[in-house]
């Protein structure tokens, strides 16, 4: 432990070995020389957060140095603990610090980095920072500047896909004048229509129209979002294909600079809000091998077209029927890029060293068909669990984790990609998100079920998160059958997210927690004040308690009966209903009323991951609910 820092290795900062050893999964380390020696001997990660972590865990495996650069208010984050150095260049304003160019460079100059990977977001998709980098001989550990111009550019983008025979929806090609001219290109390429910022992302600067009226309004609209995002308010207009039932697919590729391009599994990101993507997998249950090789080969088309090496995504948008149309393309590492890797064994980071030192991608991956199911690891799934409240509008929820657990070391499978520990502050300054959870398993109802699981075991305390939604969106019919659309949030949830039990569940768990209160009270008037525990005797309470519990001025009484106990465990039924298990982990303290309040506000079995009570083993499904 550094003094200053209080840094930590890679492995003290992982709570799973085995998960650690998923992160770079691969056989050999394809970024080393045939001495073994790594490609680049020190590297900065010009970001924070989990990314910056996430490629220090790949640099630490291959012997790569690595430097942090943290803002003020991340003097003490994880990041900086990870990095062998760390050099502050600012204050907590991201124009200030992380956007900073100068600072960035110069902090790269000081502590003699090589290469700096940008991460996502900040400088990720800057030419100006790539160019600047070349310039100063630092390599830029991503594309290049014309690469990132070409691809930044909706409307330069669009035309080089078409260009490159990539399957484009019917648009007008070039600038949008004003809005009668935005009118004149409806009437041509007929409603629905999308408006999009040309140099926008995000959903920024983006409306659909149906009708002229619509386009009218949402023209004004889109263009002065995108101005004052931005900075540039030219539009791309073109028609909205998919406005119902459409799914968002995505191809992962890497390219190097011999003129060599792989490109992997897709990705399928449908659920969405506000056009940002919310559970990620791979792959798709929509494609076939053969529609997944054309969305491949399109893919590598426009890659080698606009002269790409590094990490990319190409995005599609795809109609049930398997037609599919290209949207964009991200010049960056992609936030969801562990399920991909997951599914292939593959360290994409670790290959962005590869191709950014100049060698070439290694034959065998360019030989094996990606296209072939035969050739993927199972199904991968990548919820984002962020600290704000799905319940008030997606509310950021800002303070510090007073309690952090992740679920690796409970759930089979589970990879957690986070940038906090125990004790770290959610900042009112940057993204809020804690961890990117995903869950790995042979087929995707054995993923889907593990990342129920992982979503129920996640401990989160001292900030509100949206866990409760994610839980609720993956354990759906609709999302277990696979009828995923980018509406999906929208039609499952019309009037908003609500997280609430049913009235019996949470009736039952209020009747646990009183009973369960009543045997305390009995305690402490038994055995004199500080005697509150089960320690002392077998039985903490009568066979059977009437719990009456008032609603909306009704009484409803609940006959909860203890079927055996002693100073661990109490096995409970509610009504004569199906028995709980209640395993006592911390004997002194029972739990109070406020637990049936805290349970309340959580959704099924969330509010038994406390630190005073958890099920110990499902008796069965309604139990484990309960």
């Known amino acids: 432990i550094n003094a200053e820092y209080g840094r930590l290795s890679c492995s003290m900062l992982r709570l799973n070995p085995k998960a650690l050893r998923a992160m770079v999964p691969s056989a050999r380390f394809y970024s080393q020389h045939a001495d073994g020696q790594p490609y680049f001997d020190k590297i900065m990660v010009a970001n924070r957060g989990e990314i910056a972590c996430r490629v220090f865990e790949t640099a630490q495996k291959l012997g790569i140095e690595t430097v942090a650069v943290y803002s003020e208010p991340d003097a003490r984050g994880k990041h900086v603990r990870m990095a062998d150095q760390a050099v502050c260049v600012g204050p907590a304003a991201s124009a200030q610090s992380y956007l900073d160019m100068d600072k960035i460079i110069d902090a790269a100059k000081s502590t003699g980095a090589q290469a700096i990977h940008p991460g996502y977001g900040f400088l990720s ?18 594309p290049n500047a014309h690469a990132i111009n070409a691809m930044g550019d909706k409307i330069e983008s669009m035309r080089l896909a078409q260009e490159a025979g990539v399957s484009t929806a019917p648009r007008y090609d070039g600038e949008v004048h004003d809005v009668d001219h935005a009118i004149a290109i409806a009437k041509d390429i007929d409603y629905p229509i999308i408006m999009k910022a040309s140099s926008g992302g995000g959903g920024k600067g983006m409306r659909v129209a149906w009708n002229e009226e619509e386009l009218i309004e949402g023209f004004k609209l889109a263009r002065d979002e995108a101005l004052s995002s931005f900075g540039d308010n030219r539009m791309l207009i073109q028609h909205f294909v998919c406005p119902f039932d459409g799914r968002h697919i995505e191809i992962q590729l890497i390219g190097d600079k011999h003129g060599n391009v792989l490109t ?33 080969a399109q893919a590598a088309q426009l890659a080698k077209a606009c002269g790409y090496h590094s990490a990319g995504t190409v995005e599609f948008l795809a109609d049930n029927d398997e037609n599919f149309y290209f949207l964009e393309m991200n010049t960056r590492l992609q936030v969801e890029h562990p399920v991909t890797e997951l599914i292939t064994g593959l360290d994409l980071v670790e290959l962005m060293f590869h191709v950014s030192a100049g060698n070439p991608i290694p034959q065998e991956l360019l030989a094996t068909d990606w296209s072939n199911p035969e050739n993927m690891r199972g199904w991968a799934i990548e919820s984002r669990v962020y600290a704000e409240d799905p319940t008030r509008d997606f509310l950021p929820s800002v303070g510090l984790l007073t309690r952090y657990v992740e679920p690796s070391d409970v759930v089979e499978g589970v990879r957690c990609d986070s940038g906090v520990l125990d004790g770290s502050e959610i900042s009112m300054y940057y993204d809020p998100m804690i961890c990117k959870l995903c869950t790995h398993g042979d087929t995707r109802d054995e993923a889907v079920d593990r990342m129920v699981e992982a979503l129920d075991s996640y401990v989160i305390e001292g900030v509100r998160h949206n866990i409760p939604l994610l839980y609720d969106i993956v354990d759906s019919p609709e999302f277990r059958s696979g009828a995923l659309t980018t509406t999906f949030i929208e039609k ?11 009235n019996q569940d949470g009736q039952t768990l209020a009747s646990i927690a009183a009973l369960l209160h009543h045997a305390n009270t009995q305690r402490k008037a038994a055995f004199g004040p500080g005697s509150g525990s089960l320690a002392g005797g077998r039985r903490v309470a009568s066979p059977t308690h009437d719990i009456i519990m008032t609603s909306d001025n009704t009484e409803i009484q609940h006959a909860v009966e203890v079927k055996a106990s002693d100073a661990t465990e109490l096995m409970v039924s509610v009504d004569g209903g199906d028995l709980s298990l209640i395993h006592i982990s911390e004997p002194t303290r029972l739990l109070s009323i406020s637990y049936a309040v805290f349970c309340l506000k959580k959704k099924k079995k969330e509010c038994t991951q406390t630190q005073k009570y958890k099920h110990k083993k499902k008796i069965n499904k309604t139990a484990h609910k309960q």
């Open 125 to 142: 998709e800057n030419a100006e920072f790539a160019q600047r980098l070349s310039d100063e001989g630092i390599e830029f550990i991503g």
């Open 264 to 296: 992997l599994p897709e990705r399928e990101c449908s659920i969405q809000r506000r056009n940002q993507k919310v559970v990620e997998e791979a792959p798709s249950v929509l494609l076939s091998p053969e529609t997944r090789a054309k969305m491949q």
């Open 492 to 502: 499952k949830y019309p009037e908003g997210f609500q997280s609430t039990l049913s």
